[in-house]
């Protein structure tokens, strides 16, 4: 999230309250997210050599999660602008 939103800002120019620039956070955070998921069955998979992780089964549980990340992502910064 941090990192989409130095880009937003920096790099694309999106003043932070637009939806562009939320939209670009909740991006990032899913971005995140689905790595982080794949990335870490990767390893456990790779260090365990459990033939059990079923890397299809991750990536799509990792694209459930990084859809959460998304909304959630993306609502952060509308709702801080709003409540404070």
């Not at 549980?61 to 709702?79: K, R």
């Amino acid at each position: 999230w941090q990192s989409a939103s130095i880009i937003a800002d920096s790099h694309l120019g999106f003043a932070s309250d637009s939806m562009a620039f939320a939209l670009t956070t909740g991006f990032g955070d899913a971005v995140g997210v689905l790595m982080g998921h794949c990335g870490f069955y990767a390893i456990k998979k790779a260090v365990t050599g459990n033939e059990k992780i079923l890397m299809r089964r991750e990536f799509d549980t990792g694209v459930l999660l990084a859809s959460a990340a998304f909304c959630s992502g993306s609502l952060w910064q509308p709702l801080v602008d709003t409540l404070q």
